[in-house]
């Protein structure tokens, strides 16, 4: 709300909320990735250059042609960097302190960015092994993985 | 190509601005930038603007700023929702068809009165990335680590040039953040995003920059010292996080290789490193040893307005060398999570 | 899951965005907020092209140039445009058919753009003259005029 009878040289400020409820259309590769998650399977797909890219891309980073060679890939990994979160945001997929983490899969060549729910930094590092924790309810969506957890 | 000069520059303080608007900072930067150029407003054959929608949170936003051009009679325009370092490379290439002579580039935005972390979470992959809500301080903080695991650079090495930015930014009245500061200080502070510290992090801040370019005989004639352009050039790596390689930084090595960059000696650089790990990865892959001064501005920690931050690298550098501070140098500008797009512009006194 | 037939692939995805700003008005229009919860227009005059505008914007956008000091204008003016609504739309404040009109105010230059009632659409024509009906507590915003009447006085 404005503030009303502001005293000359107050600022005036209201609030202004910028919403999109956006559907978006997700295409063959993303779409076929995501109804992998909905049944709790992960997919990749190979690059020109031999490299399993998950999430997939629709093209080739390098060569721009299109890609359709799927390769299953486990839904567990490994660690590639992490930043530990004290703080969560109230858009965080986790409210209690977690850690994002780039995460290579089993079977991909590249990294995955997701959150990793641990109880503490010490928890999580570089190498360390996680698995997906899969949501109870899917949809076919990038939070069907509720998050990852340090496995031993 | 044809010759282009930076020949003149203008900037406001980086500050978190209450009361004006966008406008109202931005008209008086250009006023300066074009009265100390010595070209009249007529003269100018093309204006272009870098700036962001989201960070008024307005569709179209970027129009305002013409309110602070004057655009009567009406003018070539151009806008890239970018920053205006890249609006700068089209004023650039736009004088390169030779039907011109002067252009006008000018950068504006307010981070302020977002919460910019959050906003630049739209840069993101829309499917994988973006509804998982990862911050921009987050998403540096993953190249952090991993630069550090990599095992050429150490916390030590991010607090040096927090430390450095600061005590340079005390002699740059339009620095947001300066002081008197050592790494020991520095690393004794927590951890907002493990590895960054608030120091290695930049400040939202509000500001506006502009440039003039002049062309050929033009820039000889209105400019005592005209700073060339001799080579700019900018390279983007893949949308993917965990597809690049966030420890080097190939597309701005590349495009400085273009840009001609190591051709002869670099006095000075001003590199858009928002965070002080970055300017360790640009200066690797710029192959900076030290004889150059790296951000003697105080670079983007100490002000990092959105938008206008890579603009001021240029318009920074060139002025040093205008001033006769330096003779060559570079500006850099980047775009994108970790360092994903990257501009070199070499410059050199006439 | 019975074997009849395959759940389908996944086509679409929810993409819902909400971020929250603290906006302001600037120096100039935040001025002219202020007059508005004393009833009170004001507009700002460019030096070198004489053009008045309403609201102020603390510069000329035909000449650049910053400009300073406002005075003030009468409530009343002129219809310099107008579009009437008859089509309903998700989020429409006012019922239909209603008239959306651009409005000079006496003395100024540019328009500003608010509703005219209290009169019949198919009667509303370019350069009648209208009047600010104020709401009973006024606020710094443009709602403050709850819209324009029309005037008894002879077209501009």
Redesign the interface.
């Known amino acids: 709300m404005p503030s009303s009878g502001a005293a000359p040289g107050d600022v005036l400020t209201a609030e202004h909320v910028l919403e999109y409820t956006y559907t978006r259309s997700v295409g063959p590769v993303i779409g076929r990735f995501f109804t992998g998650l909905r049944e709790q399977r992960i997919e990749g797909i190979r690059a020109r250059d031999g490299r399993v890219i998950c999430p997939p891309t629709e093209y080739d980073p390098a060569t721009g042609e299109q890609l359709d060679d799927w390769v299953p890939v486990a839904d567990a990994g490994e660690i590639t960097s992490w930043t530990w979160v004290a703080e969560p945001r109230p858009e965080h997929p986790l409210a209690e302190p977690f850690a994002w983490a780039l995460i290579r899969l089993d079977g991909s060549d590249t990294a995955m960015l997701h959150a990793v729910g641990a109880r503490a930094p010490d928890a999580v590092r570089t190498g360390a092994r996680v698995r997906a924790r899969w949501r109870a309810e899917r949809r076919g969506h990038i939070t069907d993985i509720e998050c990852f957890e340090v496995v031993e | 190509m044809r010759e282009v000069a930076v020949v003149s520059f203008a900037q406001s303080p980086t500050t978190v601005e209450d009361a004006r608007s966008e406008v109202e900072i931005l008209q008086p930067v250009l006023h300066q930038a074009v009265e100390r150029s010595g070209i009249a407003r007529e003269q100018i054959g093309f204006t272009v603007s870098g700036s962001c929608d989201y960070l008024a949170g307005q569709p179209f936003a970027f129009v305002m700023g013409l309110e602070a051009v004057g655009a009567w009679p009406p003018i070539r325009e151009s806008h890239v929702e970018m920053d205006g370092a890249w609006a700068l490379y089209e004023a650039w290439a736009r004088l390169q068809h030779g039907d011109i002579d002067a252009a006008l580039v000018y950068a504006f935005g307010k981070s302020s009165t977002g919460d910019l972390p959050k906003v630049m979470t739209l840069q993101l992959d829309p499917y994988y990335l973006a509804p998982l809500w990862p911050d921009a301080i987050s998403v540096a903080a993953l190249q952090a680590r991993a630069l550090l695991d990599a095992g050429a650079h150490t916390e030590r090495d991010m607090a040096e040039v927090a430390a450095r930015s600061r005590r340079d930014a005390a002699s740059n009245p339009n620095a947001q953040v300066s002081g008197d500061t050592s790494a020991d200080a520095l690393l004794q502070e927590p951890y907002v995003s493990t590895p960054l510290r608030a120091h290695d992090c930049p400040s939202a801040g509000d500001g506006s920059a502009a440039v003039v370019l002049a062309a050929g005989a033009l820039a000889r004639e209105v400019a005592e010292r005209p700073v060339w352009i001799r080579g700019i050039d900018h390279r983007i790596e893949p949308h993917a996080l965990g597809a690049r390689d966030l420890t080097t930084s190939a597309s701005t090595r590349i495009a400085a290789a273009a840009a001609g960059a190591s051709s002869d000696k670099i006095d000075l650089a001003e590199l858009y490193a928002p965070f002080s790990h970055q300017e360790l990865i640009l200066r690797d892959a710029l192959g900076l040893n030290g004889q150059t001064a790296i951000n003697p501005s105080g670079g983007a920690l100490t002000a990092n307005p959105m938008m206008v931050a890579g603009l001021i690298r240029i318009g920074e550098a060139a002025s040093r060398i205008a001033r006769g501070e330096a003779d060559r140098g570079l500006a850099h500008a980047t775009s994108g999570p970790c360092l994903q797009q990257n501009l070199v512009c070499v410059l050199e006194g006439e | 899951m019975s074997e009849a037939a395959a759940?389908e692939?996944?086509?679409?995805?929810?993409?819902?965005?909400?971020?929250?700003?603290?906006?302001?008005?600037?120096?100039?229009?935040?001025e002219f907020?202020?007059a508005l919860?004393e009833r009170r227009i004001l507009g700002q005059r460019c030096s070198t092209c004489e053009q008045v505008y309403v609201p102020p914007?603390?510069?000329?956008?035909?000449?650049?140039?910053?400009l300073e000091g406002t005075f003030e204008l009468p409530d009343t003016g002129v219809v310099s445009g107008f579009c009437i609504v008859n089509i309903p739309f998700a989020g429409q404040a006012v019922e239909c058919p209603y008239v959306s009109a651009s409005i000079t105010f006496d003395g100024a230059d540019i328009p500003i753009f608010h509703l005219v009632q209290e009169i019949d659409p198919a009667a509303v024509h370019v350069g009648m003259r209208v009047q600010a009906v104020w709401s009973e507590e006024p606020?710094?915003?443009m709602q403050t005029i709850r819209y324009f009447r029309p005037l008894e006085a002879a077209d501009a």
């Open positions: 759940p692939s996944v086509t679409m995805m929810d993409a819902p965005i909400r971020l929250t700003y603290s906006y302001t008005p600037g120096v100039a229009q935040s907020l202020r919860t914007r603390g510069m000329c956008a035909r000449d650049g140039i910053a606020q710094p915003s």
